[in-house]
């Protein structure tokens, strides 16, 4: 069992004593104290559930957008009521070790995942000697937890792929992707693509888009010439692709739900940033290439947690669930300078937060953190600026104007990542843990410690 040492003990009574001067916060909505939840937090103790949701390129700046636009600029967030919050840093390292300043999702989610930096591009394996290294979904898995993985990306991309499968490379996700990834190939004694490890580790609930990547054959080993979507039946797993199948699962067999061929449609739409601005624009609250079959990042998550909590009632475990939630098209739409994307789905991301952190109200010993996997490029600059590259003004919620910048690169080009630290902000045991500043390789530490897994 855990026992803090007399340093957690002190640092403990420091925060508390800091926190104390510092958590009351007034909004727009009047006024609340968050004294008691960050003594709360700060207690410590054992996690029985742990929900890390992930804002993908969710920058201070990308927050601050979807505020603005959507809450005000005095208004708050779900994310902005956690009792605690701090930063991390989110750097890459090369293969010798040193920094590489500007990392990528698969880089800085195997950081998290494994408490291990890499270089980018790679999944949960080493930067150096390429050899995989145990996540946090595994070690979870090995001490009786029930696993969920919700996102709305690919169940194949970089964030999701970090918890369940060992690649060379990101782009290795289906039997057909494999060219970077020759050592990784079944023929080769590998695991396979991340697709198939991802079915392989038998993960409870899995649930995103990418069926094109499990619709492709398995090239070897005891599936051979089957999909991989067959593999998944044959291992047991439900798989369902609209909101009706998901909603008619039952429990007692893991469920893989996969809702568009690729990344999941994003909810909102609007005209993209361009050379010299735009006229002021008010976003579309809908999308005509999203089906209306496609369930919400908050759906898919509620309906994760249900069928984890039944797995463990059903087992009568002591234990309980990990379940990780991405945002993930806030940076693809950071990427394509789409200001209206972006923000629908930082406001789609944040209601995930809330049934979270609802979730959490109930059942206080589960740790919530949210934060992000690295910066991106969204500015808000002056109306009067003239920015070089792509810009955007928009009409917020409270009816005035607002600029948005994206300059990371030339136009016409895909927009960058930046190398800023990100926030983090948590409650619940072990939640004292992200204050300050950390590194993306200590919240592997945070979640390790609050399960108490090795």
Known sequence: MFRPTRRHLTVATALVAATTAAVAVTTAAGAFDNEQKAKDAIKGGKAKNVILLIGDGMGDSEITLARDYTVGANGRLNMDKFPLTGAYTTYAVHADGTPDYVTDSAASGSGWATGVKTVNGRISKTPGTNKSVRTILELAQKNGYATGSVTTAELTDATPAVLASHVTDRSCQGP??????PADTLVKGGQGSIAEQSVNHKVDVLIGGGKQRFDQKVTDGAYKGLTVTDQAKKLGYQVVTDKAGLKNVKSGKPVLGLFAPGNVPVEWTGKPAAVGGTDPQRCVTSNPARPSATPSLADSAAKAIQLLE???????SKQGFFLQIEGASIDKQDHAADPCGQIGETAAFDRAVKLARDYAAKHPDTLVVTTADHGH???????????PGLSSTLVTNEGQQLKVNYSTNAPGQSQEHTGTQVRIAAQGPQAYRVLGVTNQTDLFTTIREALRVR
């Open 176 to 181: 057909a992707d494999m060219a970077k990834c």
């Open 377 to 387: 490029t969204s500015q808000i600059v002056p109306l009067e600026a003239t920015p």
């Open 310 to 316: 039944a797995k463990q009632r059903r087992t009568h």
